[in-house]
């Protein structure tokens, strides 16, 4: 049997959603994620040679911060870091 993490134990007993996860949510209903990372994909690094790259659909989602909450570049690059 799993033991349950703190913030999985307070998730459950969550009743109502936040205003970021009902953006979010709607921003997967409005966005075509599949179809922007397969026509991306040709493009994007293969992570051959060095280290890894981040995963394209997570640096898809990170470029469309600054256009969708009208960020600027410094915050941006403090969002990049996060996702990694």
């Given at each position: 049997m799993?033991?349950?993490t703190l913030s999985e134990a307070e998730y459950q007993t969550k009743k109502?959603?936040?205003?970021?996860e009902i953006f979010l949510?709607?921003?997967?209903t409005?966005?075509?994620?599949?179809?922007?990372?397969?026509?991306?994909?040709h493009y994007y690094p293969k992570g051959q040679d060095g280290r890894p790259p981040v995963p394209l659909s997570?640096?898809?989602r990170v470029h469309c911060m600054p256009l969708l909450y009208n960020l600027s570049d410094p915050i941006?690059?403090?969002s990049q870091r996060r996702a990694i």
């Amino acid at each position: 049997m799993n033991q349950l993490t703190l913030s999985e134990a307070e998730y459950q007993t969550k009743k109502s959603k936040i205003r970021r996860e009902i953006f979010l949510e709607r921003m997967d209903t409005l966005i075509p994620w599949k179809q922007l990372e397969k026509n991306v994909a040709h493009y994007y690094p293969k992570g051959q040679d060095g280290r890894p790259p981040v995963p394209l659909s997570s640096m898809l989602r990170v470029h469309c911060m600054p256009l969708l909450y009208n960020l600027s570049d410094p915050i941006l690059k403090c969002s990049q870091r996060r996702a990694i």
